[in-house]
């Protein structure tokens, strides 16, 4: 991070959104995992297992290229 530049701090923010939507996404996994796990499908719970990791993986990219785009961009609003 030693040189900041728009690109890299805008390819941050677009991670960042990614892993939201990954966060996003893995609640209808979840929400199928309950499903099936009332319905009888999913015997052990696996989906609703793979949703709450999937969840975990979404919140914690999205946090850390929010970091990585936010110290981008004081870098760049610091330097003028």
Do not use: C, E, Q
């Amino acid at each position: 991070m030693k040189n900041p530049t728009w690109p890299k701090a805008l390819a941050f923010i677009g991670f960042a959104i990614m892993g939201l939507a990954l966060a996003y996404y893995s609640t209808a996994i979840a929400t199928a995992g309950v499903t099936a796990k009332l319905v009888g499908s999913d015997r052990s719970g696996d989906w609703l297992t793979t949703g709450s990791a999937v969840l975990m993986v979404g919140i914690a990219a999205a946090a850390a290229f929010g970091f990585l785009a936010l110290t981008n961009l004081r870098a760049l609003m610091r330097r003028g």
